[in-house]
């Protein structure tokens, strides 16, 4: 008896010299539609499903192979005597070798205006089920879902006449990680469409992007994997014009660095150091804007990671060159920023389209265990309600100030605290336990720059502390969220002192 082959895909990249290649290995080629039709126009002898069926394609093609004389050919265990046993009576032959591709589903959400109609039309029933079937029986089914691997199926039955085990294990649960996927796009868009915000299991897939050399330390393995149908503003979908592999921790501050540029229209600039802002700045031209970065903290930014908003020019390109750093971000570079930068064999020069920028629906945090999921903090200035709380209402520049500064202290680990003027990070207090000594170390960093400079923080004060800390460096102007039992405390000290004191009613709290 001839062995079998079903063929259906509708990528048909491959397929024809596939088919050609089993044909001569002496298997009866199965198919359907376009696929038969694409294989018969180049001289492949086809049968089709329907033949084996004795039932023809109904209801728009969407009844076809979901019948038992290709199901039992796909499952029977070919050396089991009852399942012979039953195959003979019913006159089903084993099929031993499965290539299906899955209707466009992925591809058709993500366009812009599609229907309801056209992306239920593209859930694939029929060729989810076979893959399932062939990969539950690897023992006896070669299936393949990745036309990359008709090369190394062919190798095998060419050399050995049949596949490895290895080969069809291997092959089944690419197979069933295929079909996950593909079930996870199609209980998304169902779940967005019946508006479900938190259903009773969640499933994400994600794409690998790259292996890496290694995690936060070189003991650690780690890969990095992109989310489909997720924001071609990322890292994850930024594209590399020049430098060595990223690794994990320049992808952490990368997408750091990515998160607070984008915060601002005029043009500005970021350096991010352990995912925290060593500096921002913005100017009238990109190069002021570096310029700021570097002025606000020149020892912080050796070796760190800049985003910029504007391409980069030669005049922003020749400071950039002077120090050393690991990464540089921008819509794009000129061919003179170009030559001057890839002098540097190492230096990472990455590019996003910031004009496609749209947030994800979720983040998405692992701990031990489980996922935690939240919205993005895209809360600004503008959606604030902003109330000036002292008897001292804050100058033109002071609004400056605490505006630059509000867009970064979201963006800094907590307890966190900025100190900035109109057009730049003065000293930033990051990760601390309690919330004056964030002041202290931001104050400390601005030094005699705090004079007259503005202090925002993430939260609230939970005493007058950070007032008098503020005071005592010459702090003019403070925003915060409010919300304290204590805020009369601090609002009193402000007045003493003649500091402007601004609430916002919104936290921003980032751990």
């Known amino acids: 008896m001839k062995k079998r082959a079903l063929l259906s895909v509708s990528d048909k990249n491959g397929l024809l010299p596939f088919a050609q290649e089993l044909e001569s290995l002496g298997y009866e080629i199965l198919s359907t539609g376009g696929t038969m039709k694409h294989l018969k126009e180049n001289g492949v002898a086809v049968t089709a499903v329907d033949e084996v069926t004795g039932f023809p394609e109904i209801m728009e ?94 190798g095998e039955l060419k050399t050995e006449g049949q596949t490895s085990i290895e080969t069809r294990r291997k092959l089944a649960a690419k197979v069933f990680r295929h079909t996950a996927a593909y079930d996870a796009f199609v209980s998304g868009y169902l779940t967005d469409l019946a508006g479900e915000e938190f259903p009773e299991q969640l499933t994400f897939t994600y794409e690998l992007k790259q292996p890496l050399r290694y995690g936060e330390n070189p003991h650690q393995h780690a890969a990095f994997y992109s989310r489909p149908l997720s924001s071609d503003f990322s ?36 350096a991010v150091k352990h995912m925290n802002p060593c500096g921002v700045g913005i100017g009238e031209t990109l190069k002021e804007a570096f310029d700021k970065v570097h002025e606000a903290d020149p020892v912080s930014i050796f070796g760190g990671i800049i985003a910029l908003n504007r391409e980069v020019d030669e005049a922003t390109a020749e400071k950039l060159s002077e120090i050393f750093l690991e990464i540089i971000i921008a819509p794009a570079f000129t061919e003179q920023a170009m030559e001057l930068l890839t002098k540097k064999k190492n230096i990472r020069l ?37 109330r000036v709380v002292t ?33 730049m990070t003065l000293g930033v207090g990051a990760g601390q336990m309690n919330r004056v000594g964030a002041a202290r170390i931001a104050l400390s960093q601005a030094g005699e720059r705090a004079k007259g400079a503005a202090l925002s923080s993430d939260a609230f004060f939970p005493m007058d502390d950070t007032v008098e800390a503020a005071h005592q460096a010459g702090i003019t102007a403070i925003i915060q969220p409010g919300g304290s039992v204590k805020d009369e405390a601090s609002i009193k000290k402000a007045n003493e002192y003649g500091i402007a004191m601004v609430f916002t009613g919104v936290r921003h709290f980032k751990h």
């Not at 400056?400 to 605290?417: C, P, Q, T, Y």
């Open 61 to 154: 093609g969407r009844v076809k192979t979901l019948n038992p004389m290709i199901h039992g050919g796909l499952l029977a265990k070919q050396d089991d005597p009852v399942h012979k046993a039953q195959m003979e009576e019913h006159g089903i032959q084993p099929i031993d070798i499965v290539c299906v591709n899955l209707y466009p589903f992925k591809e058709t959400i993500s366009k812009r205006d599609v229907s309801e109609e056209e992306a239920i039309e593209n859930i694939d029933i029929g060729g989810p089920a076979m893959l399932r079937a062939s990969a539950k029986n690897y023992n006896y089914v070669t299936v393949i879902v990745d036309a990359t691997d008709y090369g190394y199926v062919l």
């Open 350 to 386: 990455l590019t996003i389209p910031f004009d496609q920028h749209k947030k994800d629906k979720w983040n998405v945090v692992s701990v031990e265990g489980g996922l935690l999921i939240q919205e993005p903090d895209t809360y600004g200035y503008k959606d604030a309600d902003i």
């Open 235 to 270: 890292i994850a979908y930024a594209e590399q014009l020049h430098g060595k592999e990223l690794s994990y921790n320049n992808i952490q501050d990368a997408n750091a660095a990515i998160q607070i540029v984008k915060e601002f229209e005029k043009p500005a600039a970021v």
């Open 391 to 423: 008897e001292r209402q804050p100058t033109e520049q002071e609004w400056e100030a605490l505006k630059l500064g509000w867009a970064v202290v979201k963006h800094v680990k907590s307890n966190a605290i900025a100190v900035t003027d109109s057009q």
